[in-house]
């Protein structure tokens, strides 16, 4: 099953636009690309999912490649409350053992500064 | 977003207890629900997937009956751990699906401590 690479951490300064990029270089064409997030000692939240096209919603947009070979999630404005540790997850749809499930890495840590 | 509950929040039990987590989808009903572990500074691990009305699938390496997951309502799914030791103390998270292979949305999770 295709994994996913994301830097440990990123710092950004609260206000500012954070791109948090994943590499995906062996992804196949059933994949889906989703983001979740998790604030310390809760459970994860959803962010935004994506197969081929840019998807925007409320709380972020992702740019997908057009290889699909890497997506990067957009945080617009940064503030203190995004501070987490965000996921890029690549959900089979069918076809694998992984089917519909979720297989976590070990995501970003994002830093947001005053 | 769909809202999804977890009880209890916290539990401390002794060694060979066993405990039980419910995990309830509060606004929806959800065919499929799926039960995590986390350890201290350690990524989610998916322990198991649990269909409604039947048995639960579980990942490799996670032992069936010592993680005892019942569901039995399209909003309701439990964990039981049996047995329980001190390496079982763990955050443990539950999910529900929104319709298959939509977005998953999370319990609080539930910190159990066994002493």
């Known amino acids: 099953d295709a994994k996913t690479t994301q830097p440990n951490s990123m710092e950004s300064n609260e206000e500012e636009p954070v791109h948090l990029p994943c590499n995906h270089s062996?992804?196949?064409?059933?994949?889906?690309i989703h983001w979740y997030r998790q604030l310390p000692s809760q459970g994860p939240e959803y962010v935004i999912h994506?197969?081929?096209s840019n998807v925007n919603n409320r709380m972020a947009s992702l740019a997908i490649a057009e290889d699909r070979k890497s997506s990067t999630l957009i945080l617009h404005r940064a503030t203190l409350r995004d501070a987490a540790v965000y996921y890029c997850i690549l959900r089979p749809l069918h076809g694998s053992s992984n089917t519909g499930k979720l297989i976590f890495g070990q995501g970003t840590t994002l830093q947001v500064k005053p | 977003g769909a809202v999804v509950s977890q009880h209890p929040s916290r539990v401390i039990c002794k060694s060979g207890t066993s405990v039980k987590i419910e995990c309830r989808s509060l606004d929806f009903q959800a065919t499929t629900m799926f039960w995590y572990r986390q350890f201290p500074k350690k990524s989610l691990m998916l322990m198991a997937t649990?269909?409604?009305?039947?048995?639960?699938?579980?990942e490799q390496g996670v032992e069936k009956d010592k993680f005892l997951i019942n569901h039995a309502s399209l909003t309701l799914s439990t964990l039981t751990v049996t047995s329980a030791h001190p390496e079982d103390s763990s955050f443990y998270i539950c999910?529900?699906?929104?319709?298959?292979?939509?977005?998953?949305?999370f319990g609080p999770g539930t910190r159990l401590t066994v002493t």
């Open positions: 994506g197969l081929t």
């Open positions: 649990s269909n409604e009305g039947s048995k639960a699938t579980y």
């Open positions: 999910s529900a699906e929104l319709g298959v292979g939509n977005e998953q949305y």
């Open positions: 062996t992804i196949s064409g059933t994949d889906y």
